[in-house]
């Protein structure tokens, strides 16, 4: 693989990453969390 190949792969690697990975992680996150606390404060009463 040359050195341009390699460039080009690496930055459809970054911009899948942080245009797509990040933003569906941060929101499975927080939405787990309000879920965990919702949760507790059901079973909490």
Sequence with gaps: MDAETRRR?????????TVILFPIL???????????VWFVQVLSG
């Design 26 to 36: 941060a929101v499975a996150v927080v939405g787990g969390y309000g879920f965990l």
């Design 9 to 17: 792969a690496e930055l459809k690697a970054f911009l899948f990453i």
